[in-house]
Structure formats: C-alpha cells, structure tokens
T-cell receptor
Framework: GIQVEQSPPDLILQEGANSTLRCNFS?????LQWFHQNPWGQLINLFY???GTKQNGRLSATTVATERYSLLYISSSQTTDSGVYFC????????????FGQGTELSVKP | NAGVTQTPKFQVLKTGQSMTLQCAQD?????MSWYRQDPGMGLRLIHY???????DQGEVPNGYNVSRSTTEDFPLRLLSAAPSQTSVYFC???????????FGPGTRLTVL
C-alpha cells in the first residue's frame, strides 16, 4: 500500500518562530489533507490540498503532486499551535480510504 | 449544526463483552468512516460507507461490524471485545469520497 512519511517526528519552537513540516508519499494521490490534533484530542481539518498552494492566516500549505510531497508552513507560531499535525492521502481509484502519516508533534514554548 | 457527534466519550469493557459506538452527523454528508488511533501512530481506517446501505472495509476491519441504514448514522459494533481493541475511535464524514473530512470528538475505549 501507499506509504506516508512525515518529518520531523518532533519539533520544539519558541513562540514567534517559523517552521516547515513535510509529508512524503509513495504513490500518486487525488486527495491530500492536513489535520491538527490539539492537546485535547480534537482533529481539525487545516487544508484540503491535492496540489498547489493554499493559505489560511499564519498557515500555508504546498503540495507538489508530481514529486510526491507536501509542506505545511507555520509562521509566527503561537502556543495554541501546539499539538500533532497529520498528513493524510488517498490513492487514485481508492476513493474514501484516507491513509495517515504518523504525525509531527509540535510544542510551542512561551 | 452539531457537526459529527460520537457517544459515549469514554467506555470500559471486559474482554468478550459487546458494544456499539454511535456516530451521527447532521450535514447530510454521503461519506462516513471510522478510524482508530493508537499511541504514537496515525489514524487507521476501520470501515467506511459511501452512502446509506453501502459499506466497505478499510485497513483494519477485523473484529468490527458496521451498517448504514440512514444518511445520518453510522454505528460501529464490537461483537466480542479484546484488549487489542483498546484505542481511541474517531468517526468522520465528508460530502463525497474525495472531499474534506470532518471528525467527531472521539471515543476512548479500554478493554480489560
């Protein structure tokens, strides 16, 4: 099956710093999403981004489908950004089957 | 809209007991799915449904049953609970197969 690898596994930042999270996948996809799981366990959808670039406030994401990777940028990080960030992909012809990476655990210190 | 709701929030079972985890959504989404999350791992798909009356298996379906009699509800049944099923269970829904997925708050299940 398709492999989804996220890096780094852990990241500690000072408030105000910028960061880049990476997601590599091993096969062509027609769906890629980024999620944030907050410290209370709630999963929030950040971006639906099978290709191209999107921005939402301090967060932006870029997916280069031909090279099989996606990047999530967090600028001017805040303590509320702490949690685990997951990338999830869906292969072509496997509609509905999201495969998750193992996540990047981010801790933002005040 | 309440979005995706799950009950119960917490549950403790003994090995061999059965139970049903409830999931409901009020967004008229066709697609619904169940995932489990184990420590240090991402979510893994258990079962999913592309509409009322249609279900299919995900990555880890063994030990779980589902049915979809209405668009709104997608219950997950454990027929004979095992300690290996101790996990956090998330339900999700989306308008279609390859759309943004919206997650419920999760059910934390412990099997002793």
């Amino acid at each position: 099956g398709i492999q989804v690898e996220q890096s780094p596994p852990d990241l500690i930042l000072q408030e105000g710093a910028n960061s880049t999270l990476r997601c590599n996948f091993s096969d062509s996809v027609n769906n890629l999403q980024w999620f944030h799981q907050n410290p209370w366990g709630q999963l929030i959808n950040l971006f639906y981004i099978p290709s191209g670039t999107k921005q939402n406030g301090r967060l932006s994401a870029t997916t280069v489908a031909t090279e099989r990777y996606s990047l999530l940028y967090i600028s001017s990080s805040q303590t509320t950004d702490s949690g685990v960030y997951f990338c999830a992909v869906e292969r072509y012809n496997q509609g509905g089957k999201l495969i998750f990476g193992q996540g990047t655990e981010l801790s933002v210190k005040p | 809209n309440a979005g995706v709701t799950q009950t119960p929030k917490f549950q403790v079972l003994k090995t061999g007991q059965s139970m049903t985890l409830q999931c409901a959504q009020d967004m008229n989404h066709e697609y619904m799915s169940w995932y489990r999350q184990d420590p240090g791992m991402g979510l893994r798909l258990i079962h999913y449904s592309v509409g009322a009356g249609i279900t299919d298996q995900g990555e880890v379906p063994n030990g779980y049953n589902v049915s979809r009699s209405t668009t709104e509800d997608f219950p997950l049944r454990l027929l004979s609970a095992a300690p290996s099923q101790t996990s956090v269970y998330f339900c999700a829904s989306s308008p279609g197969r390859s759309d943004t997925q919206y997650f419920g708050p999760g059910t934390r299940l412990t099997v002793l």
